[in-house]
């Protein structure tokens, strides 16, 4: 990416955006304006000692745009009300969906190349598989609010007669890694796991409540923030250098395309903490049950045809890599 170029990261102080501003920092970008809501004190190391131009609250972004009128080079739209437990749903639909127009019809008008956060959990059961394309949007039904309206703006985006020049959604599978540690109980199972690990000695997993599951046999295709970055960075960059095809313009799932078992997850945990595996099943919450996935696999055909030709980290690669250089001590990216 051009190092002058100024670039706009929504969700800032939350998981995936502080990793990647971390990680533009370290490639020498430091023209950046950062969009979150900066009042919740649990997020503060994530942003801390960041290099940025400014700090700005999400609810007075575009008050500040109007009045500064800065010339923008790239948005990465991170900024999303995350919780899959939230059932009220006009909270998802205010910060995932209107505020989402919001910033797409300001990479209009402006003719700013946009990055957005999509997720996999708009593929809901996985009935119709978990392919990228985009005539299956419309027929997809998320299990949650926060699939709901994911997806309600991904076929929002479809539909529209105007769109940036460059522009990608891009649909997170189990997305694990540093800075998470504000989450709670939307953090990653790996998180959870060490957090166990230290405290009792064993990792308590759900049993599966469908008879083709066995328990901690559940499927997810589990992907390093760090992978994440990277995709990131090289579509930013590729559209900042005009070398991004508007062709390829549209939806692309983000995992590894390989589901690993949540049993798996955790024997990579006690590995990377150099302790014996001790797994024990709990029954699965009642307010989970009806709205879990059992299977989630990202076919990623559509990003490789775009030219994304990295290697992933594997499951075991990328726990490894995040239990011994942040979860052991809690460093921060």
């Not at 539909?159 to 522009?167: A, D, G, N, T, V």
């Not at 540093?178 to 790996?190: F, Q, T």
């Amino acid at each position: 990416m051009q190092q002058s170029a100024t670039i706009v990261v929504t969700g800032a102080a939350g998981f995936i955006g502080s990793c990647l501003v971390q990680s533009l920092n370290e490639k020498g970008y430091n023209n950046l304006l950062l969009v979150d809501d900066f009042g919740i004190e649990a997020k503060r190391k994530n942003w801390e000692g960041k290099n940025y131009l400014e700090v700005l609250e999400r609810h007075s972004f575009f008050d500040w745009l109007d009045l500064n009128k800065p010339k923008i080079d790239l948005i990465i739209h991170l900024g999303a009300r995350t919780d899959t437990t939230e059932f009220n749903y006009s909270i998802h639909e205010e910060l995932n969906l209107e505020y989402s127009k919001l910033i797409w019809n300001y990479s209009v008008a402006n003719q700013v190349p946009l990055i957005y956060a999509s997720s996999a959990a708009t593929y809901g059961a996985g009935e119709l598989g978990y392919n990228d394309n985009h005539e299956v949007v419309e027929k997809l039904h998320p299990l949650n609010p926060y699939g709901v309206s994911k997806n309600e703006f991904d076929k929002w985006a479809l539909q529209q007669k105007y769109s940036p020049l460059y522009w990608t959604g891009l649909k997170f599978f189990n997305v694990y890694g540093p800075n998470e540690y504000h989450k709670g109980r939307m953090a990653s199972v790996i998180w959870h796991a060490v957090n166990q690990i230290k405290n009792n000695g064993v990792v308590k997993l759900f049993r599966s409540h469908r008879s083709d599951f066995k328990d901690g046999e559940q499927l997810r295709d589990f992907v390093y923030v760090k992978d994440v970055l990277k995709v990131i960075e090289w579509m930013g960059e590729a559209m900042l250098d005009n070398s991004w095809k508007s062709t390829n313009n549209g939806l692309y799932n983000l995992g590894t395309g390989k589901a690993r078992s949540f049993y798996d997850l955790a024997a990579a945990s006690f590995k990377g903490l150099d302790l014996p595996t001790n797994i024990a099943f709990i029954d699965m919450p009642e307010d989970l049950r009806e709205t879990y996935q059992y299977f989630t696999e990202a076919n990623m055909q559509k990003l490789q045809k775009a030219g994304y030709t990295n290697h992933f980290y594997t499951l075991e690669e990328g726990v490894d890599d995040y239990v011994r250089h942040y979860l052991k001590t809690l460093k921060y990216r």
